[in-house]
């Protein structure tokens, strides 16, 4: 199932942004698309720990699952624009095999490494509650991509205007720093220019964010930093893996054009309804 539109708002000026999402094995939804037009890719795959997907089967050996992240990697490459940018979320058992890969196979340029520690990490009574995930970014260009340094929905205040008071102290806040901590209770507060700490935990089956059925869901506040810090509106915005179409979300969201691929039909039609809210708030 797939979704397009472009219709025009009241603003002759202002069109909606184009998207659609189509349930195909990525590697083969990319293939078809143009080399070099995309801007920005962001995307959450599997992480091969075994999870119960109604389509993707999630236990591979580790030989396997590498190469086929190969495969997708490389499309993923291709695709993107000569200025472009690249965020991966993965987990920690495979995580430093595919930097690695990310960086000698595909001359990927590392510009971060995200942690986001989250609460209400599933319990593991044999070891540490895993509380984090990574989220690797890299650029195509070493010196040329999308980084709105300056936009006030990215920055946040410094620890000279939050705690010291200090008249020295920059009015336009800051960069964030490299571990995002995310709580409910402030969500609100993400893009408010009150809090330096993004607070949030997973989004768990008791949230009203949570898409039924979908136990690996990235929080909406997480993508829109991401699309924000690294595109502009009208931007192409692809993400391999749509999954429940957080991505989709806060890239329509953000003014840019997006295209999404998921194995699983199911996810299609939920991630397309999700979009097409984002869209078309209820007032």
Request: proline residues 5%; charged residues 25%.
């Amino acid at each position: 199932m797939s979704k397009k539109r472009s219709r025009r708002k009241s603003d002759a000026s202002v069109v909606e942004p184009v998207w659609n999402i189509h349930a195909i094995d990525c590697v083969k939804g990319m293939s078809q698309l143009a080399s070099g037009k995309w801007d920005l890719v962001a995307t959450d795959p599997p992480y091969n720990l075994g999870r119960d997907y109604d389509i993707y089967e999630d236990r591979k050996s580790t030989a396997e699952y590498l190469n086929w992240a190969r495969q997708w990697l490389g499309e993923i490459h291709r695709v993107l624009h000569k200025h472009g940018s690249f965020w991966l979320a993965m987990g920690a058992g495979l995580v430093s095999e595919l930097d690695v890969m990310c960086k000698k196979d595909f001359k990927f340029y590392k510009r971060g490494h995200i942690i986001w520690a989250f609460t209400f990490g599933v319990n593991n009574p044999k070891n540490f509650t895993r509380a984090h995930t990574h989220w690797l970014y890299y650029t195509k260009s070493k010196t040329r991509f999308t980084f709105n340094a300056q936009d006030p929905a990215v920055r946040v205040p410094s620890a000279r205007q939050l705690i010291y008071g200090d008249k020295r102290a920059n009015p336009k806040g800051r960069l964030p720093d490299d571990v995002w901590v995310l709580r409910p209770p402030e969500l609100a507060e993400c893009f408010s220019g009150k809090s330096d700490v993004w607070l949030q935990s997973r989004v768990c089956g008791t949230f009203h964010e949570r898409v039924k059925g979908a136990d690996n869901q990235i929080p909406l506040a997480m993508m829109e930093r991401i699309v924000r810090t690294c595109s502009k509106p009208g931007d192409m915005v692809l993400d391999p893996f749509a999954g429940t179409g957080t991505t989709g979300v806060a890239a329509v969201m953000a003014g840019c054009n997006f295209q999404g691929f998921d194995v699983s039909k199911a996810y299609v039609d939920r991630a397309c309804s999700r979009v097409t809210a984002a869209l078309n708030p209820v007032v």
